[in-house]
């Protein structure tokens, strides 16, 4: 249990040495802004290629593995979406709600904790759940918000507008290129594959810190009740489903099943919080719950960890 909690405490300690530094020390938050470009428009995207383009093709074209975990998140969305629309009863705010319950921390602090848990061989499910898990919620989201809130643009033109943001996704781009780096072989010149490797170190510490700061930028007045319901389905009911699911539908390789729990059972996304403010809708509570399961997951998560470390995960399903 001592080396589960080595591993997983530096990545909460700077999430709250964020928190704490985002409490105490009067900085504009507008800083942040550059923060966010430099960790989803470099480092991350430098991170998941560099993850991608040194894994194996084959191990890419698990298609019952992508269907079986995207579908998992799926179920998860959906009851979700039908807690928060019996006690919201308004389209907008259910759909940013649902994210709470199955929008977990896949980008931040999902590869970094992995790899660090299970290896180098955790790459490659890593790169295809944030890649088609990135597509789900891209793809429904602004679609059930052109249906919560009609424009004048047509159900043509919103559908395109979704799929342009989805295909210049950076995120999706890296893992684009990054597969196709791995399908033909290619290896970048030593000069961008260091450059791409500094950025690759950074993403995770600049990413949780400013998580922690974003956060503690964003002070709670009261936490409505739906978000406690929210934070357990994605904390406990998401990791539950994958692991069923995927030894329903299996058998996958224990490592990938491993994997694919623990990226379930990650807290809400910082996300949540960035597409309340970007569609104006359930701001505070989506604040709320990115603290709260943030709060929560060190108990959580580092329960996960020490049944994925210590193999007990397949115990649980028989």
């Given at each position: 249990m001592i080396d589960v909690l080595n591993l997983a405490l530096p990545y909460f300690g700077l999430i709250f040495l964020g928190y704490a530094c985002g409490r105490f020390q009067e900085i504009p938050d507008?800083?942040?802004?550059?923060?966010?470009?430099?960790?989803?428009?470099?480092?991350?995207?430098?991170?998941?290629y560099r993850i991608l383009a040194k894994t194996p093709f084959e191990q890419l074209n698990n298609v019952p593995f992508i269907v079986t975990t995207t579908l998992g998140t799926f179920l998860v969305l959906a009851l979700s979406f039908a807690v928060a629309l019996a006690?919201?009863?308004?389209?907008?705010?259910?759909?940013?709600?649902?994210?709470?319950?199955?929008?977990?921390?896949?980008?931040?602090?999902?590869?970094?904790?992995?790899?660090a848990t299970l290896g180098a061989q955790a790459a490659a499910p890593v790169a295809l759940i944030f890649c088609f898990e990135t597509l789900l919620f891209f793809s429904l989201v602004p679609?059930?918000?052109?249906?919560?809130?009609?424009?004048?643009?047509?159900?043509?033109?919103?559908?395109?507008?979704?799929?342009?943001?989805?295909?210049?996704?950076?995120l999706v781009i890296a893992t684009a290129l990054g597969v196709a780096s791995a399908a033909l072989?290619?290896?970048?010149?030593v000069a961008l594959d260091r450059l791409m490797q500094f950025l690759q170190s950074a993403a995770a510490p600049c990413a949780l810190f400013t998580l922690g700061v974003t956060v503690a930028l964003r002070p709670?007045?009261?936490?409505?009740?739906?978000?406690?319901?929210?934070?357990?389905?994605?904390?406990?009911?998401?990791?539950?489903?994958?692991?069923?699911?995927?030894?329903?539908?299996?058998?996958?390789?224990?490592?990938?099943v491993a994997t694919a729990v623990l990226m379930a059972a990650l807290p809400p996304a910082l996300n949540v919080f960035v597409l309340a403010r970007q569609y104006e809708s359930w701001?505070?509570?989506?604040?709320?719950?990115?603290?709260?399961?943030?709060?929560?997951?060190?108990?959580?998560?580092?329960?996960?960890?020490w049944l994925v470390q210590h193999g007990a995960l397949p115990a649980l399903v028989r």
């Open positions: 507008n800083g942040l802004a550059w923060m966010d470009f430099f960790i989803l428009y470099m480092a991350l995207p430098a991170l998941f006690i919201r009863r308004d389209l907008a705010q259910a759909t940013i709600a649902a994210l709470a319950g199955a929008y977990g921390n896949i980008g931040y602090m999902g590869p970094g904790l992995a790899l679609f059930l918000m052109a249906i919560a809130r009609p424009t004048s643009k047509g159900l043509g033109a919103t559908a395109l507008e979704v799929a342009r943001k989805i295909l210049l996704h950076p072989h290619f290896e970048p010149p709670l007045t009261r936490v409505p009740w739906e978000v406690p319901v929210l934070v357990l389905i994605k904390l406990a009911v998401h990791p539950v489903a994958a692991l069923v699911l995927l030894t329903l539908l299996g058998p996958f390789d224990p490592s990938w701001i505070e509570p989506a604040s709320g719950s990115v603290l709260l399961g943030t709060l929560l997951s060190v108990g959580t998560l580092t329960t996960v960890m």
